[in-house]
């Protein structure tokens, strides 16, 4: 079993970046597919981006690719997601969530662990 929390959502204006992390506790972090998904107010949970056990593979929706890079220290057992150019529609609750399989799955009931989830808004 693992523990996870996210930390370093905010506020910031539309163009600006954030650095989201979450720490795993417990089982290593390493040993699980981990996965950063978003939450609107009245909307469904997406994926947003996905790394695999050893970081070797990473993979993204649409709306952000080329803006959300995701990452991860399996060291320090920390997963993070770097995200530039900021737009409204980027605004929601992040969750981290940790996967016991064996590749990168966009479905959110596929994930076993989920943190508490940190906010971010984009001011426009």
Not at 52 to 68: I, N
Not at 85 to 107: F, H, M, N, W
Request: charged share 20%.
């Amino acid at each position: 079993q693992v523990q996870l929390v996210e930390s370093g959502g905010g506020l910031v204006q539309a163009g600006g970046s954030l650095r989201l992390s979450c720490a795993a506790s417990g089982r290593t972090a390493s040993s699980y597919v981990m996965g950063w998904f978003r939450q609107a107010p009245g909307k469904e949970r997406e994926f947003v981006a996905g790394i695999s056990r050893r970081g070797g593979v990473t993979s993204y929706a649409d709306p952000v690719k080329g803006r959300f890079t995701i990452s991860r220290d399996n060291a320090k057992n920390t997963i993070f997601l770097q995200m530039n150019s900021l737009k409204p529609e980027d605004t929601a609750v992040y969750y981290c969530a940790a996967d016991d399989g064996v590749q990168i799955r966009v479905v959110s009931a596929q994930y076993d662990y989920w943190g508490q989830g940190t906010q971010v808004t984009v001011s426009s």
